[in-house]
């Protein structure tokens, strides 16, 4: 099966700086890595994601790119802000098994004003 | 549209008890998931269901049981829970086609 590895386990940055969360994985076969927001009490929330046919994609502040050849993929948010303050996971499927995900342990983000 | 809903959000339990968690999602999704998530841990996966009448294990099965009768509806059962069976369990679905999963609110779960 897959494995997902997520560093660091805790991040704390100033508002305004960079954060980066990498995630590497097992299976060569995996083809789709999202990124997951999760608030304090909430559901988990869909923030990017990237096909394996791809190297980068960006969304306003958030970035994430991968390295099929390495096996990682990386989350990059910029001009941090207190309300990016969450656990982020990173994910990667299962092929041909259900859209199955395999998360990582989580990174708790903390940008302090 | 509601997205996935999952009833109850809060439940305390004693070691043997049984009960069923459910999850409704109204998007009219293929795939549903069952997760649960332990303090400090990532999501991981229960049992899934690909269609009505079908479902499979995940990474961590022992002790639950699933039924997706409906299509828009996936239980989650513990026959006799387990103070180990302690967690905030979340329901998710995604279409057939497309990989995203949407989670539902999420019931915590405290056995005692």
């Known amino acids: 099966g897959e494995n997902v590895e997520q560093h660091p386990s805790t991040l704390s940055v100033q508002e305004g700086d960079s954060a980066v969360i990498k995630c590497t994985y097992s299976d060569s076969a995996s083809n789709y890595f999202p990124w997951y927001k999760q608030e304090l009490g909430k559901r988990p929330q869909l923030i990017i994601d990237?096909?394996?046919?791809?190297g980068e994609k960006k969304d306003q502040r958030i970035a994430v790119t991968l390295n099929k050849t390495a096996k990682h993929f990386s989350l990059h948010i910029t001009e941090t802000q207190p309300e990016d303050s969450a656990v982020y996971f990173c994910a990667a499927n299962l092929v041909n098994a259900g859209n199955m995900l395999t998360f990582g342990g989580g990174t708790r983000l903390m940008v302090k004003p | 549209n509601a997205g996935v809903t999952q009833t109850p959000k809060f439940r305390v339990l004693k070691t043997g008890q049984s009960m069923t968690l459910l999850c409704a999602q109204d998007?009219?999704?293929?795939?549903m998931y069952w997760y649960r998530q332990d303090p400090g841990m990532g999501l991981r996966l229960i049992h899934y269901s690909v269609g009505e009448g079908t479902t499979a294990k995940g990474e961590v099965p022992d002790g639950y049981n699933v039924s997706r009768l409906k299509k828009q509806n996936f239980l989650l059962g513990l026959e006799s829970a387990a103070p180990s069976q302690t967690s905030v369990y979340f329901c998710?679905?995604?279409?057939?086609?497309?990989?995203?999963?949407?989670f539902g609110p999420g019931t915590r779960l405290t056995v005692l």
């Open positions: 990237i096909r394996s046919n791809v």
């Open positions: 998007m009219n999704h293929e795939y």
């Open positions: 998710a679905s995604s279409e057939r086609t497309r990989n995203e999963q949407f």
